[in-house]
């Protein structure tokens, strides 16, 4: 990037993120990359659409030779909760186990390797917010069970990695590390970061929200560079240091972000020394690292905390005007706004909106009178005004 994409090729790309099904987004995709022109500056593009092609044929064909013989799902789960989060890791590490203690849900656990096959979701519970777990099948490169483990990670919020203690540390994760990494998925977080989401039925105009900084362009730019991929309705957040190249690589979902928690499992076998410890963290460098044991249950109370943080998950409880508050939270993402909150109780209180009034971490004062765009924060409680 810079590719200079053809309107035509602009327009195709709105068919493959328009996209539904598998099938839609390879017919899509396909498209999409007999119009993009073939010279230096779409070098990249071209190589990642081809690989990603090449990635949907594979879930594909593996999906449908599944459900024939077993009726079960392998690539995709349905979200359920706050936030749908990946347990994965090594053979045997002790994920099936893990998933199990915390949630209650039915996985396969073995002392012999490959166990898990397919997905397994729970919910763990953490204060007032449920996440959904998922048990994933071993993490190995070059085996097919790892290919279902990448799709599932890349549609997943976060990631819960289970190395085992009694195993070679250092290599595990690196061997993990980087072979996420080949696929497009990283765990540590880039110096910037885009999000975003395309709305498919309101007419909500490009709203920009800005948590760092745009680091050559305005956001006007960033509004005019998807106004020429005919994107007119959607919400863009920007996180830490990004460039306008990094807002349009982002509308070809070509790496995403993972944020990631980490549990060295089985540490009543083995006690992890002080050096392999660090080497994970200076690996992931703001991942919570966790010694723990499903045997024992130590760290077990640490992981739900530790997720929640790094999701970045945050509470806003509403209340009507003249009401009391909600008891249960709406759960949003840093860089919600009243927009969004207005959005997940009824969409006509967006239309109708007049103001809003704001109590806690993100009000200036105490029932601060705020717009559309004023940025939430966790514990925020909230009420909107809004005419009939
Ligand atoms: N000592 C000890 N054993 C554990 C611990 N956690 C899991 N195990 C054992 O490790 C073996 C593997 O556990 P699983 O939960 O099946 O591991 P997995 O990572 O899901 O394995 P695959 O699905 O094959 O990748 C089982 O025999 C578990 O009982 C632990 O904390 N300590
Ligand atoms: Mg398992």
Not at 54 to 60: D, T
Not at 96 to 117: D, F, N, R
Request: with cysteine.
């Amino acid at each position: 990037m810079p590719t200079n994409l053809p309107a035509e090729a602009k327009a195709k790309w709105i068919k493959v993120m328009e996209a539904r099904s598998v099938e839609e987004k390879i017919r899509a995709l396909e498209e999409f990359l007999s119009a993009v022109p073939k010279h230096k500056g779409t070098e990249r593009l071209r190589e990642w659409a081809t690989k990603r092609l090449a990635q949907l044929r594979e879930e594909l064909e593996e999906e449908k030779r599944r459900k024939k013989s077993t009726g079960k799902p392998s690539f995709f789960l349905e979200k359920e909760g706050a936030a749908q989060v990946v347990v994965v890791g090594p053979v045997n590490s002790g994920k099936s186990t893990l998933v199990h203690v915390l949630t209650g849900a039915k996985t396969e656990i073995s002392i012999y390797p490959y166990t898990t096959q397919s997905p397994v979701p729970g919910v763990m519970r953490y204060q007032d917010v449920c996440f959904q777990l998922v048990d994933t099948p071993p993490l190995e490169p070059g085996t097919l069970l790892a290919r279902r483990t990448v799709a599932l990670t890349r549609n997943a919020d976060g990631v819960l990695l289970v190395l085992d203690a009694t195993r070679n540390i250092r290599e595990d994760l690196d061997r993990i590390v980087s072979y996420l990494r080949s696929e497009g998925i990283l765990l540590v977080k880039p110096r910037g970061r885009v999000v975003i989401d395309v709305s498919r039925t309101g007419k909500t105009g490009i709203r920009v929200t800005l948590m760092g900084k745009l680091l050559d362009s305005t956001i006007d730019d960033v509004r005019k560079l998807l106004e020429s991929y005919r994107i007119y309705n959607a919400h863009v957040k920007l996180y830490g240091e990004v460039t306008l190249d990094d807002v349009e690589q982002s509308l070809f979902e070509a790496v995403v972000y993972k944020p990631v928690v980490v549990f060295i499992n089985k540490t009543d076998l083995r006690e992890p020394s002080r050096e392999e410890v660090e080497y994970v963290e200076s690996t992931l460098p703001g991942a919570p690292v966790i010694l723990g044991s499903t045997v024992t249950r130590r760290g077990l109370d640490e992981i739900a905390p530790s997720i929640y943080r790094v999701l970045e998950i945050i509470r806003v409880y509403t209340k009507p005007p003249g009401g009391s508050v909600a008891e249960k939270p709406l759960v949003l993402r840093r860089g919600a706004t009243v927009r969004d909150v207005a959005e997940s109780i009824h969409s006509d209180l967006v239309k109708n909106f007049l103001y809003a009034r704001v109590w806690g971490p993100s009000a200036k004062y105490s029932g601060e009178r705020v717009g559309l765009e004023h940025v939430v924060e966790d514990g925020d409680v909230v009420e909107i005004h809004s005419r009939g």
